[in-house]
């Protein structure tokens, strides 16, 4: 596992919908906004953490069982764009914004849109092409 070092701006407790209530910090999960130490990024971003309920959670000195919360996911996730050949820019602009586009559609997780962003990027490539 490497260790990723961030600013942590705030500890969130999670709201529980059920009993619109926030929970006081026993159990659950909690989600820290954190932001990123390069100076070139400084995005933010969450991190959320579930409370491991597992019988080797430590104790402290006076016998006190310690909370350990372990990592689960972050969110929003970073985008990448395709960086395509510059002959490939030249000849269809259109397929490059529609092929990122679904490129961030599949990161995010949108699976049954992406396919039909992609078949749409292949179409201007193609349509582009035959014209120059």
Request: aromatic fraction near 14%; hydrophobic fraction near 35%; charge should be neutral.
């Amino acid at each position: 596992m490497v260790a990723h070092f961030v600013n942590i701006l705030f500890l969130l407790n999670t709201y529980c919908c059920i009993t619109n209530n926030f929970r006081k910090g026993l159990l659950g999960g909690k989600e820290l906004l954190c932001k990123c130490p390069r100076n070139s990024c400084e995005s933010l971003f969450f991190a959320v953490y579930e409370f491991d309920n597992h019988p080797h959670n430590f104790k402290d000195n006076d016998g006190n069982i310690q909370m350990v919360y372990v990592y689960k996911y972050s969110y929003p996730k970073g985008k990448t764009k395709i960086k395509f050949q510059e002959e490939i820019q030249d000849i269809s602009q259109q397929f490059v914004d529609v092929y990122n586009q679904a490129s961030i559609a599949e990161q995010e997780g949108l699976h049954l849109i992406c396919g039909v962003g992609y078949r749409k990027a292949l179409e201007h490539l193609i349509k582009d092409f035959i014209i120059s």
